[in-house]
């Protein structure tokens, strides 16, 4: 497994009342495992009134929370599955709100690591059957094996 999902950092089918409770869940367990320094929840929260990262997909709405890398110690992805969907702000807009059911939280510590997970979460995002599988996932064994399938399984 590569080294952007070392931290094995997700949860499956979780309840939030918003997203900010959503999005403390899973900067929670960034910097609990030392990922993240203690102001990366703030990073994503600031972040996300400048640019909103919410995605509508087909099927579905996803959200890719990150933030600068002077909040992160190391590069990690972290995933979130929704049981009931919150709002996120969709991304390009000033306002309008889609209901997010899942999250891939990046903690990237250089900067040009986005633009290259960006492009592999995008084609993940365009194959439904792949994105019904994330959505479903309840376990780590089988997460990880969807991380193989969807060829994220590259080097941070």
């Known amino acids: 497994m590569s080294d952007m999902f070392d931290a094995k950092i997700a949860l499956f089918h979780q309840h939030a009342e918003s997203k900010e409770e959503a999005l403390k869940m899973l900067a929670d367990e960034l910097i609990n495992c030392g990922v993240a320094k203690d102001t990366f929840y703030n990073g994503i929260i600031e972040r996300e009134k400048v640019f909103a990262t919410g995605l509508t997909l087909n099927n579905m709405c996803v959200a890719i929370p990150h933030t600068d890398p002077e909040h992160v110690n190391r590069t990690q992805m972290a995933f979130m599955s ?75």
């Not at 059911?101 to 633009?115: D, G, I, S, V, W």
Request: proline fraction near 3%.
């Open 82 to 156: 929704l049981d009931t969907p919150v709002e996120f702000v969709e991304m390009g807009s000033d306002d309008k709100k889609i209901p997010v059911t899942m999250m891939f939280m990046m903690a990237l510590k250089e900067a040009h690591q986005q633009l290259d997970m960006l492009m592999k979460l995008m084609d993940i995002f365009q194959n439904d059957e792949l994105m019904e599988k994330f959505k479903n996932v309840d376990n780590y064994e089988d997460y990880y094996a969807l991380i193989e399938e969807a060829g994220l399984n590259i080097e941070g």
